[in-house]
């Protein structure tokens, strides 16, 4: 018959082929460092799961708080060009102070091109005079475009990497 015996400080079994004594605290000390090191991994893998994908992104230049700021996101030239943007997103002007709105956007890594209309009144488009010039201010990430002509999407792109913050500047024109 083998003999199982329990104490606070000592953990004994028996077996046939000899006897095994191990210390109790030696079993705790075990777990605890089994716990911390689940802990550590866990950590360093939950920074890559739940990275900020968050985009900071501050227009200038804005003269009003009527309507909102509707920022188009364009992957690459051929999107922009054709105006067909992956995702727009509006913000409200109620947050505008002196002319500058602070905005975050929260998209995966990748390059990206950044537009963006100050639609005045709300219709969801940019509206034009009657020669054609825009009547709402326009932007783009990280450039001031001075021209006529529509710009191409290498003037203003811009990469989002992981483990660095993206910072957008976006200054509003107005013709």
Partial sequence: MELLIVTNEKLN?????????????YFQFMKLKSIIIQFFILMIFSSFITSDKTVEVTITGI????GEIRVGVCKDDDSFQ???????IPFK??????????VKLEI????????????ENSNGKMDYNFIGLPKEGF????????????????????????????????KVRYI
């Fill in 93 to 102: 002007k109620q947050n505008v102070a002196n002319g500058i709105l602070h």
């Fill in 63 to 66: 003269r009003n708080n009527h």
């Fill in 139 to 170: 932007g783009f990430s990280n450039y001031y475009h001075s021209g006529f002509t529509k710009p191409h999407f290498n003037d203003f792109k811009f990469k989002h990497l992981p483990n660095q913050k993206t910072k957008v500047l976006m």
């Fill in 108 to 119: 995966e890594y990748g390059e990206y091109g950044f537009s963006f209309v100050d639609d």
């Fill in 82 to 88: 054709k105006e067909k943007s992956f995702r727009i």
């Fill in 13 to 25: 079994f028996n077996y046939k082929k000899g006897c095994l004594k191990t210390n109790l605290y």
